[in-house]
């Protein structure tokens, strides 16, 4: 930033990122780092969690590893009880951590689809209560929910998954509306097929060919590109933008037919 002020302002700044250790969550954590902030990588993998930390400092950002199971209402009240003690503060909320299941609709199990709502919902929600209070004390925060385009198109085996980015878009928009006058935008990064340690495990060779042929870009995405959304999106430069889903999919939402 130009204005010495609002580069003060950022360096101030203390953001959560959920899930922050690995895959699309340590690009959004290193990314927010290097623009200044001070990033709490939340995850359960506390080892990957410190070792991305040590990797920050070394680029010379500031980060701190925070340990947080999202499934778990105790574990979070405890992860912003510590981030308000040691910064009074929490101005930035990236919800990233997810789980997937992948099973039919008629054979998806009671314990699967109860799982993925509790860790991609009820988690974000509870993420965002306890954020929203700490943002509302500066008059200014920026939330962030990592969902998919599976939340706005549905795909074969993603009843548990996709019906959870589906109900993660309408509580960043809920989340939006009633946040708005407390100077808190919240928007939703919906993500196509990106090349992490998930979608490595999920992802079969048919579904790769799906995508292969349906993405007009024809390529899987990288962290990266959805961790740099993310960052404009938590930034002063997106101030008037609240309430939206975003779509970094290589243009498959738009596409229709792509061969004649």
């Not at 974000?124 to 509302?136: H, N, S, T, V």
């Not at 959304?229 to 997106?238: E, G, I, N, P, R």
């Amino acid at each position: 930033m130009k204005d010495s002020s609002l580069k003060s302002a950022t360096q101030a700044r203390v953001a959560v990122v959920t899930g922050g250790a690995n895959g699309i969550g340590a690009a959004i954590s290193s990314c927010l780092a290097a623009d200044g902030i001070t990033v709490a990588v939340a995850d359960l993998d506390l080892d990957a969690a410190q070792a991305l930390v040590l990797d920050i400092r070394k680029q010379g950002g500031n980060a701190f590893a925070l340990p947080l199971d999202v499934s778990d209402a105790g574990s979070i009240k405890h992860a912003f009880d510590t981030v308000e003690r040691a910064h009074a503060r929490c101005d930035i909320l990236v919800n990233n951590a997810g789980i997937a299941g992948v099973a039919s609709f008629v054979e998806c199990p009671l314990e699967i689809w109860e799982r993925v709502q509790k860790v991609n919902v009820t988690g974000p929600m509870l993420c965002g209560q306890y954020a929203a209070r700490l943002m509302a004390r500066h008059g200014w925060g920026r939330i962030v929910n990592i969902g998919s385009i599976s939340g706005v198109r549905a795909g074969t085996g993603r009843t548990a998954y996709g019906t959870s980015k589906a109900a993660l878009i309408g509580l960043t928009r809920q989340m939006a509306i009633e946040l708005a006058e407390q100077g808190i935008t919240a928007n939703c990064v919906a993500p196509g097929p990106i090349q992490t340690p998930l979608t490595h495990a999920h992802h079969s060779a048919e579904t790769r060919e799906s995508y292969r042929r349906t993405v007009p870009m024809r390529r899987y995405g990288t962290p990266r590109e959805i961790a740099e959304m993310t960052a404009f999106l938590c930034s002063v430069h997106a101030s008037y933008i609240t309430g939206q889903v975003l779509a970094v999919d290589g243009g498959f939402l738009a596409a229709g037919i792509l061969e004649v």
